[in-house]
């Protein structure tokens, strides 16, 4: 775990998948009484852009290998992706800038982090992740199966459209400790630990 000070009451939170993040968000923004922001971001998304939410969910984290090739190979596919995903990607990062400067709040992945640092916003960015065992517990219970090459395919599913997203658009490595205030390894902390350290560091 690193720290660097005190960086306001704007916080973003990264994850690796089934580490906790988002319960761990909702009890930072609880303790804190300011406003978490994950599905909230999708739907005024929506709202600015004119384009579906679920089409939303889809895009915000799926830049994957194969279709940056399938882009390449088809001109009229790739046009037409490229502008919807990334039209998708600049009115969500307003939205996001927009929060932030509305005041205190919690923000839930989707590259926040950088996008504050970006429009000069002040914020503390804590990035969440665990061993295998604990995140395979915990995305046991948000599937409903103890099947674990199915929970082993989903966790490295996730994590690596997280990356190459996170990466796509910032330039940076998703998970490197040098581009986030706080790194908290939820499985030998616990998400109780890990909520008291996010609190305490902008008190």
Not at 121 to 136: C, E
Not at 160 to 184: I, Q, V
Request: with cysteine; net charge negative; hydrophobic share 35%.
């Amino acid at each position: 775990m690193s720290s660097t000070g005190n960086a306001g009451q704007v916080i973003t939170i990264s994850r690796e998948y089934g580490a906790g993040g988002h319960s761990i968000g909702c009890q930072v923004a609880e303790r804190l009484g300011i406003p978490f922001y994950d599905k909230d971001i999708v739907r005024e998304t929506a709202k600015a852009s004119g384009f579906d939410t679920e089409l939303i969910e889809n895009e915000e984290e799926d830049v994957r290998k194969r279709d940056t090739i399938l882009k390449t190979i088809c001109a009229v596919s790739s046009n037409y992706y490229r502008d919807t995903q990334d039209a998708i990607h600049d009115v969500q990062k307003a939205v996001i800038q927009r929060l932030a400067l509305q005041g205190p709040c919690v923000i839930l992945g989707r590259c926040a982090d950088e996008y504050l640092r970006e429009a000069g916003i002040d914020s503390l960015n804590v990035f969440i992740h665990a061993d295998d065992v604990h995140r395979a517990v915990r995305v046991s219970e948000l599937i409903g199966s103890k099947n674990a090459t199915e929970i082993q395919k989903l966790m490295a599913k996730k994590d690596n459209s997280r990356h190459t997203y996170y990466k796509h658009y910032t330039g940076k490595e998703w998970g490197d400790g040098r581009n986030y205030h706080m790194t908290l390894d939820s499985g030998k902390l616990g998400y109780e630990l890990c909520v008291r350290l996010i609190v305490e560091a902008v008190q």
